[in-house]
């Protein structure tokens, strides 16, 4: 299952709640904690973990540059941000399953349908047909 970006995960959260994200945000700040807060929250921490793998990614890049001489001091720094890269990539699989996870959980309720009135005459049924004397013969 390919993992959903925090592009992706805002699309679904919007759709679920039928506004944009920023409107999301201004009510969820106004209510008492709840699912919607926890989505919110879920998809900060995706979008901060992929710009954590961007910041990573880049920073191995320049280390790794093709016209940069990598000498045993450039070595650990290399370690260390591969390992800072791998530790990223592993908080963005687990924060994207979990919010795909909630979300798939979840869906958006039609609005319900209305109801007939609680003290309505009763349905009169249709009149039974009369029989027709039969002919002898």
């Known amino acids: 299952m390919p993992h959903l970006t925090s ?13 944009p994200l920023a409107d ?4 969820a700040q106004e209510q008492p ?8 929250g879920m998809h900060d921490d995706l979008a901060l973990a992929e710009r954590s793998i961007d910041f990573h990614r880049d920073h191995v890049a320049r280390l790794t540059h093709p016209e940069r ?15 800072r890269l791998a530790e990223a ?16 959980s979840l869906a958006q309720v039609p609005p319900p349908a209305p109801s007939p009135p ?3 005459p009763p349905v009169p049924s249709p009149p039974i047909p009369a029989e027709s004397p039969a002919r002898s013969r």
């Open 118 to 120: 609680k003290h309505s």
């Open 7 to 19: 592009t992706e995960i805002a699309g679904r959260i919007e759709d679920l709640y039928g506004a």
């Open 69 to 83: 001489q990598i000498g045993w001091h450039e070595i650990s720094h290399l370690l260390d941000g591969a390992r």
């Open 24 to 27: 999301l945000e201004a009510h």
């Open 89 to 104: 990539v592993a908080v963005r699989d687990v924060q994207a399953k979990s919010v795909s996870a909630v979300l798939q």
């Open 33 to 40: 904690p709840g699912m919607l807060a926890a989505l919110l």
